[in-house]
């Protein structure tokens, strides 16, 4: 992988990682690493990534130009503002400023400069203290996170041995597999696995084992 070129930024193509079979890549600052999943340019623009900290890391003070997105995988993450353990969702505003870092190294899920215009709200959500709700399907619940627009993100939760009839996404559909295991009619996809559907497609999913997955709806462009 070039460290300096643009990938994955097609949004009209259907993309898979398995980031279990991906390189750590280092960032600008020391004990901080990176899978980038998709990338507008080496250190500006859009980029959605896993982040690691190794522990007793922390990066300088920065500015988020066009606000940051965090989901905390695991460990526990750190700012000026607060302690994040991992179940933690975390919205930075565009021209929001902070020193992140972790004292016994965490795993983050991260998208930066994506944010709707107007979208200005700062907002923490310790994902253990917030209540599911039913899915359309029994079988299914549903964490809703935050919506803005047509783009919503959600946890979903899915029970051993179920299923979803086939249904389109007209605003695309991009997911992030926590735990468990997934199924759709062009694969199957385990735990650390990211999956951009784009806008128009259509699947019918299903899981064995159970599933809980990071959901981002209507974002993509038509």
């Known amino acids: 992988m070039n460290p300096l070129s643009s990938f ?9 990682v398995d980031t279990a079979s991906q390189p750590w ?3 600008p600052s020391a004990g901080v690493w990176r899978i980038p999943l998709e990338r507008e340019a080496a250190e500006s623009g859009q980029v959605t990534s896993l982040v690691r900290y190794d522990p007793n890391t922390h990066f300088p003070a920065h500015f988020h130009p066009n606000g940051e997105e965090i989901f905390v995988i695991d460990g526990i993450f750190q700012d000026e503002y607060g302690c994040y353990p991992a179940g933690t969702y975390i ?4 021209g929001s400023c902070h020193a992140p870092g972790s004292d016994g190294g965490c795993l983050l899920y991260v998208k930066l400069n994506m944010f709707p215009e107007h979208d200005a709200e700062v907002f923490r959500l310790d994902t253990h203290n917030a209540m599911w709700q039913p899915g359309i399907d029994n079988r299914l619940s549903t964490l809703p996170l935050h919506g803005y627009g047509q783009e919503k ?6 029970q051993p ?5 086939l249904h389109q996404h007209d605003g ?3 997911i992030f597999i926590l735990s468990g295991d997934f ?3 062009q694969g199957h996809y385990e735990r650390g696995t990211w999956i951009r559907y784009p806008a ?3 699947h019918q999913p299903s899981t064995k084992n159970g599933c809980l997955m990071l959901m981002k709806t209507g974002h993509l462009p038509l």
């Open 91 to 94: 919205r930075n505003p565009p």
């Open 8 to 16: 994955n930024m097609d949004r009209h193509q259907r993309i898979v």
């Open 183 to 185: 199924f759709d009619e």
């Open 161 to 165: 041995d179920s299923a979803f009839s």
């Open 153 to 158: 993100t959600i946890l979903l939760k899915w």
């Open 25 to 27: 890549l280092a960032s």
């Open 172 to 174: 695309g559909e991009e």
């Open 200 to 202: 128009g497609s259509s």
